[in-house]
């Protein structure tokens, strides 16, 4: 089955304590991308990716870190997560999202204390 | 200003219903345009895409866009309770790879 898959889907930790949230996806797609959900302001990008090796910031970056070494990974890393970036984590991928929009993973609930 | 921006409503129709739903994006050289439905809990799926000025349609829905007003828009036609969901607009906007997302519109169905 196509799919994007993230781990973990909850995850409750410590300000100040590094976590690492996972992205995998199957499709071969080239583009992927983590964003953010929070109510009033809706899905944010933090940090994009259009290849291997290639990634650029979005519009939230601050406090997050991305890595792209392989085509189907993704991870997300916080280095010392704060309590305003408790929210909801999403990865996503595309051929070309300009063509065919984004496809999603299931989401992750993050909350700092 | 927001790149995206839709009516958060809560938006309720009646059964059977046609739903609008509305979206205006500030990058007038914009090119192509999403909408995703996105129930609670859930993450957002997406349900039709359009590039070309005028209307679009898939089975019961329609996108039309408008670029010289800069406007695009969704139309639920029957709409059912399973509709009940918010619906989020997206814009890919004419320089760099990001993708914006609007707030979404909040779309209840009443049986």
């Known amino acids: 089955e196509a799919q994007v898959t993230q781990n973990p889907r909850y995850l409750i930790t410590v300000t100040g304590k590094k976590l690492t949230v996972t992205c995998s996806q199957n499709?071969?797609?080239?583009?992927m991308s983590w964003y953010r959900q929070d109510p009033g302001l809706g899905l944010r990008q933090i940090y994009y990716?259009?290849?291997?090796?290639?990634?650029d910031k979005g519009d939230v970056p601050e406090g997050y870190k991305v890595s792209r070494k392989e085509k189907r990974n993704f991870p997300l890393i916080l280095e010392s997560p704060s309590p305003n970036q408790t929210s909801l984590y999403f990865c996503?991928?595309?051929?070309?999202?300009?063509?065919?929009?984004?496809?999603f993973g299931s989401g992750t609930r993050l909350t700092v204390v | 200003q927001k790149e995206v921006e839709q009516n958060s409503g809560p938006l309720s129709v009646p059964e059977g219903a046609i739903a609008s739903l509305n979206c205006t994006y500030s990058?007038?050289?914009?090119?192509?345009f999403f909408w995703y439905r996105q129930y609670s809990g859930k993450s957002p799926e997406l349900i039709m895409f359009?590039?070309?000025?005028g209307d679009k349609e898939d089975g019961r829905f329609t996108a039309q866009l408008n670029k010289a007003s800069q406007y695009v828009s969704l139309l639920i036609r029957d709409s059912q309770p399973s509709d009940s969901a918010t619906y989020l607009c997206?814009?890919?906007?004419?320089?760099?790879?990001?993708?914006?997302f609007g707030t979404g519109t909040s779309l209840t169905v009443i049986p």
């Open positions: 996503a991928s595309s051929y070309g999202p300009e063509s065919y929009g984004y496809t």
């Open positions: 499709m071969n797609h080239e583009y």
């Open positions: 990716s259009m290849n291997v090796e290639v990634t």
């Open positions: 990058d007038r050289g914009s090119q192509s």
């Open positions: 359009i590039y070309s000025n």
């Open positions: 997206a814009v890919n906007p004419s320089t760099g790879n990001q993708f914006y």
